[in-house]
């Protein structure tokens, strides 16, 4: 898990529940009001397994990203956003929840739990 945290842009996740290990490839990061509308940070990745490709976008929401910056006195940076995407993306496929869904947005508390779990990590800032 150390490893995908400090490389978020390329790294491999799984087994999925089919048994699945997937190469996961960061393409982008961007704020949404730009392409939908909404307060959030996306965060798109390409997974492949095999003769698999599936695209995924991770969404954060802004305000869940400033409340948490401001209780933990992390600035918002895209390395920091793209790791905490990356997080819940490698949740998804090790436990298979939301992995048919292409838009997934994350919730609060798990932006909290990832964040801890970054920084439990030296070299992952």
């Not at 802004?62 to 933990?72: C, F, K, N, S, V």
């Not at 790791?83 to 932006?111: N, P, Q, Y």
Request: proline content about 5%; hydrophobic content about 45%.
């Amino acid at each position: 898990m150390g490893q995908m945290i400090r490389n978020f842009r390329h790294f491999q996740a799984g087994p999925d529940p089919f048994g699945r290990t997937w190469q996961v490839d960061f393409l982008w990061l961007q704020t949404a009001i730009s392409i939908r509308h909404s307060d959030s940070v996306d965060v798109k990745f390409l997974l492949s397994s095999g003769d698999m490709k599936v695209e995924k976008v991770i969404a954060l929401r802004h305000p869940d990203l400033l409340e948490l910056a401001r209780q933990t006195g992390r600035p918002v940076t895209d390395p920091w956003c793209a790791r905490l995407a990356a997080l819940h993306l490698v949740r998804m496929i090790t436990t298979g929840e939301d992995l048919e869904k292409t838009l997934i947005t994350v919730m609060r508390d798990d932006l909290a739990q990832y964040n801890t779990m970054l920084e439990q990590i030296p070299a992952a800032s």
